[in-house]
């Protein structure tokens, strides 16, 4: 799949790796590629980014991509050629490497045909698999940590019987326990589940014995009164975490503290937390402090066991930690494991979410977003998580997507106003010397009513719609509604800022491109590092020249929304749909840089 113009593309799939593995065992597969399409983003910037997806057509005479072909060189115990496998795809071009998808197999569709076998691979991003995961109250959050040094969490899933970090293996629950699972739990430290590789394996035990603050949190569910829960060393009197007669208990360094209330062999899930600041015990119940209490003294421990004596509960998400954790952690963690979530801007809330989707850290990108979104309970447990993120972005008026080399990332309402790459000019397409050119066909700007609209209706949860509406537009085009509902601002004068804001931008048509394609046989490849190095909401220029007669050219400042590649073996083609820069004529009183547009309205 190369010529003169043609980048050299790389196709690659981990048969062996799972959706959310971060360091997957490629296999290339370029040479049976016959074909590819790509698409990333969204048509229209009031639309919500959807998952970015793929097409590849593949050479199959030999069967070898044939999912139920035991002989395939990637069958793999029934698992290589099936949904849920990473793929990439990469291109050079003179010299330099460009991301163009990075996501996961979803279908395997054979054809056959008079002289050839093919294969249709389809595959979407991982944001795809947010649809289809919800935000459960199931326990299975791990409180992050700055350095992966600063906690030790047992990998254990729900319905698990062996517990796996990332310091080893560690010996399976004894009496058929699981995880998540009522049912007996280890009966002493000698058979328990032990953290002897997280212990002696981290720097040195010693820094472990010598550590003067400890933690511990984890989830239980219980109808047993009096029960252990977790302990450091073979005894119950250096760092114990228990319950007695439903009241969540710890013994340190020989004291004894003891909460009042609540009572939590309820049968129901409850996060518990212990911490130790080398003086102070304190004992947490669902993310409030319940006792606190006295000791002093360092531990001493090699090793730590869970769930000791029998006892019929259910344990999740077990973490040790080598410092205090404080109150707001604590509170965090509780929110997040119970899908309940702390007021916070969008930014830390779609890291909050992500984290409890169980999306591993290293495969996103989330910075701070501009606005304060509401808290929230455990109410969310049958919703969505890309359901939810989405209203996240539409409170926000960001946008969240998987980029071309695999990164979820969040850009919120002021990146076209605060970054470079969305500020500045990174191409320009015309038809002047110099200026990148394209095919004519589809690029004709035009005028009509899909952007008209003069009665924005946007409301919060919890509070009053809030509308704005122009008359004067009304009379010309007719009353045309725009409803944005849900939303989680804190108060409804934020949502008649976003109402006034939509109303200023979309009262009046405009001309405007709205996409624009480019082959890699114009100009000999010219177009391709733009063709292949542009993101969304990158900033390019287009400009054309009519062919009417006149001499009025049309220029449009423009960000990207979508970007889809089609490839065959001798043509590359790059499709851009675009939004144009400028539209919102007020000023923008909540940022640090302005738009350069006349201010007639409110900012919001």
Not at 437 to 446: E, K, Q, R, T, W
Request: proline share 5%; aromatic share 10%; net charge negative.
């Amino acid at each position: 799949m190369t010529s003169l113009t043609m980048p050299t593309i790389s196709v690659q799939v981990a048969f062996q790796d799972t959706p959310y593995a971060t360091s997957p065992v490629w296999t290339d597969v370029t040479r049976w590629v016959l074909g590819l399409s790509t698409t990333m983003g969204r048509q229209h910037e009031l639309n919500q980014v959807g998952p970015s997806t793929a097409t590849l057509q593949i050479d199959n005479q030999d069967g070898r991509f044939s999912p139920w072909n035991t002989g395939s060189p990637y069958y793999y115990t029934a698992s290589g050629l099936a949904p849920g496998h990473p793929v990439k795809i990469t291109a050079t071009w003179l010299g330099v490497t460009y991301p163009v998808f990075r996501g996961v197999t979803k279908s395997w569709v054979p054809t056959y045909g008079a002289t050839r076998a093919t294969m249709t691979l389809a595959c979407y991003d991982i944001l795809a698999l947010l649809n289809f995961s919800s935000l459960d109250n199931t326990a299975y959050s791990i409180l992050p940590m700055a350095s992966a040094n600063d906690y030790w969490p047992l990998d254990d899933p729900i319905g698990s019987t062996q517990a796996s970090d990332d310091k080893g293996t560690h010996p399976a629950l004894n009496n058929g326990a699981q995880f998540g699972v009522a049912g007996a739990f280890p009966t002493s430290s000698a058979t328990g589940v032990l953290f002897p590789s997280v212990l002696t394996n981290l720097a040195t035990a010693a820094a472990v014995s010598t550590a003067a603050a400890m933690s511990v949190d984890l989830w239980v569910n219980t109808t047993t009164a009096t029960t252990n829960l977790f302990k450091l060393g073979a005894t119950f009197t250096d760092f114990y975490l228990g319950l007695t007669s439903g009241l969540v208990t710890a013994t340190v360094k020989g004291t004894t503290t003891t909460a009042i209330s609540p009572d939590v062999a309820d049968g129901q899930w409850h996060h518990v937390a212990l911490t130790y600041s080398g003086s102070v015990v304190q004992l947490y119940v669902d993310g409030v402090p319940v006792r606190s209490g006295t000791a002093t003294g360092t531990v001493t421990s090699a090793f730590a066991s869970i769930g000791i004596a029998n006892a019929s509960q259910s344990m999740a998400q077990v973490a040790l930690y080598p410092l205090e954790l404080t109150p707001a952690q604590i509170a965090s963690q509780y929110a997040i494991g119970s899908a309940g979530f702390v007021t916070q801007d969008t930014g830390a809330r779609t890291t909050a979410v992500l984290q409890v989707a169980g999306v591993p850290s290293a495969m996103y990108s989330i910075g701070t977003g501009t606005t304060t979104v509401q808290g929230s309970s455990s109410s969310l447990a049958t919703t969505s998580v890309m359901s939810y993120l989405n209203t996240v972005m539409s409170s926000e008026r960001g946008i969240l997507y998987q980029d071309a080399g695999g990164t979820i990332r969040f850009l919120n309402r002021h990146y076209p106003y605060e970054s470079a790459n969305a500020n500045t000019n990174q191409f320009t397409f015309g038809y002047a010397t110099g200026q990148l050119h394209y095919y004519s066909a589809g690029l004709v700007p035009g005028m009509d009513d899909i952007d008209i609209w003069n009665n924005v209706q946007v409301g919060r949860n919890g509070g009053v719609t809030q509308v704005a509406q122009d008359t004067t537009s009304q009379t010309n085009y007719g009353r045309r509604t725009m409803n944005a509902t849900g939303l989680l601002f804190l108060n409804d004068l934020d949502s008649m800022g976003l109402a006034q804001g939509m109303l200023l931008q979309y009262k009046n048509a405009k001309a405007r491109v709205r996409s624009m394609t480019v082959d890699n046989t114009i100009g000999a490849g010219a177009a391709l590092p733009a063709m292949l190095g542009l993101d969304l909401q990158d900033r390019i220029t287009i400009n054309w020249r009519p062919i009417d007669g006149s001499t009025v050219d049309f220029t449009q400042a423009s960000l990207v929304e979508q970007i889809s590649h089609t490839v065959t073996p001798s043509t590359w083609t790059t499709t851009l749909a675009v939004s144009p820069v400028g539209t919102e004529t007020f000023w923008r009183l909540d940022m640090t840089a302005l738009d350069n547009t006349v201010p007639t309205g409110l900012g919001f």
